[in-house]
């Protein structure tokens, strides 16, 4: 075993990925079949660790004081005399009435997707079925690993499911891209399953989306169609609509 | 919302891409301008202001990291990106204490699969706090050049210049010396841990 793999510069290199794919193959062969050199990495790993915790939590309290310091401008900026205080209050007042029922009345379909947009949590059970690239798919969507959910998802054999699972699969796909910020193949997982028994959550998946992308008239109908109908999402769809179309 | 922000997001972007000082910049905007977020981490998810505020700074630091390593492709907006981070990370403060312990691994620089299962099998609580003193005791330049390479993305010779170092090559050796310093203080001290971890080499 070569005495380089112990210094610490190639094990920086390591880190960083600056070794071909055959040094790093020979590498971490030397590692599992060498003890001392494991210990050596775990070490390694160890003092890196211990300088990032330091440098984030250094970085942590330098910008927390900043929060307080910008905290503190404002309420020194915020501090006039009531001369201007009362000035100032009278002009606002004739703008400021008719901005509230503008702006606290109508939100932006943005700040409507964020209100509303939360996760669906995939399918969690402990059976036989658990151990299959599936359900593994599964708990990594819900531990919010979407990379690794869609990897192990395209590793599914297509004829291997049935038509409720191939569907519901499609769903999930749709919103790990969708956490991914891949929204245009969001948007073309979800469109596939609009017929399905997950229609309703495409659907509502799908308004969020455009209401994000600020496309709220795409998003219109579709909310409009939740509105009618009844499902989980019908009280929400309604809400959405009245701000919409305020 | 009636006022706007006086900053681009493309501005942003690049500065964040830039790093060092710039980044340091386009952070401290990002900061400034989203801090409405806390009050929203408090309100929706119940979290205490001191939790609120950390999940903020990391949701921060999370998407600063992105945006530097080509992660965020801009099929979003830069602030709808950082709500959904920051929406995530509250989430992840509300959950069991272990994956909590463990969500700091995610925000380490990109490493090889095995140098990550590493991360996640130490026992972190009491080795890193002592890994964490042993660093503080190296003195003042070692530690300095270290905190600086981690995170703020300062380029070497940044590094060089604020230290009044020769050039950025004695920043990378500089660099070596200072990790390999603090291993051999963690296995100085290797009675005082239990784990395999500190027998000398």
């Not at chain 2, 060089?160 to 990378?172: C, M, N, T």
Request: hydrophobic letters at 35%; a neutral charge; one cysteine or more.
């Amino acid at each position: 075993m070569s005495d380089i793999y112990f210094t610490t510069e190639y094990l920086e290199r390591y880190l960083a990925g600056e070794l071909s794919d055959t040094e790093q193959t020979a590498f971490e062969k030397a590692m599992d079949a060498q003890p001392k050199l494991e210990e050596a990495f775990r070490r390694h790993m160890l003092a890196r660790a211990a300088v990032f915790h330091t440098a984030k939590e250094e970085w942590r309290d330098n910008k927390r004081q900043k929060l307080r310091e910008w905290r503190a401008e404002e309420k020194q900026t915020s501090s006039v005399s009531w001369y201007q205080m009362a000035a100032a209050i009278a002009l606002l007042l004739a703008i400021g009435l008719g901005i509230y029922f503008l702006q606290s009345r109508q939100s932006s379909p943005e700040e409507l997707f964020l209100a509303y947009y939360e996760v669906d949590a995939a399918p969690n059970t402990r059976n036989q079925a658990s151990e299959s690239e599936l359900y593994k798919g599964y708990q990594a969507f819900n531990q919010q690993n979407y990379e690794e959910a869609l990897m192990r998802w395209d590793n599914i054999p297509a004829d291997q499911l049935d038509n409720f699972t191939t569907n519901e699969l499609t769903y999930y796909r749709g919103l790990s891209y969708l956490e991914l910020g891949r929204t245009t193949e969001a948007i073309q997982q979800l469109n596939q399953i609009q017929d399905s028994d997950f229609s309703d959550r495409a659907t509502w998946y799908l308004a969020l989306i455009w209401l994000k992308e600020g496309e709220a008239d795409r998003a219109r109908p579709l909310i409009q169609s939740l509105a009618r109908r009844a499902s989980p999402y019908q009280s929400k769809a309604k809400e959405v609509l009245k701000q919409l179309e305020e | 919302m009636i006022f706007r922000k006086s900053y681009s997001e493309s501005e942003l972007i690049s500065g964040l891409q830039a790093g060092g000082i710039q980044r340091e910049r386009s952070t401290d905007l990002l900061i400034k301008h989203h801090r409405n977020l806390i009050s929203r981490g408090k309100k929706r998810y119940g979290l205490s202001d001191q939790v609120a505020e950390e999940t903020y700074l990391d949701a921060i630091m999370s998407l600063c990291q992105q945006v530097e390593l080509g992660k965020f492709r801009g099929e979003s907006r830069l602030s709808t990106y950082l709500h959904r981070i920051f929406e995530n990370k509250c989430k992840n403060r509300l959950r069991d204490d272990k994956e909590a312990r463990y969500s700091w691994v995610d925000d380490m620089p990109d490493m090889p699969a095995k140098a990550r299962t590493v991360l996640e099998q130490l026992e972190l609580a009491e080795e890193l706090d002592h890994a964490k003193h042993l660093l503080a005791q190296l003195g003042g330049r070692c530690k300095e050049i270290l905190l600086l390479s981690e995170l703020q993305g300062y380029s070497q010779q940044e590094i060089a210049d604020q230290l009044g170092l020769k050039s950025a090559r004695v920043v990378a050796t500089s660099r070596y010396r200072c990790l390999t310093k603090l291993k051999q203080a963690i296995v100085d001290n290797a009675i005082l841990f239990k784990s395999k971890l500190y027998s000398k080499n």
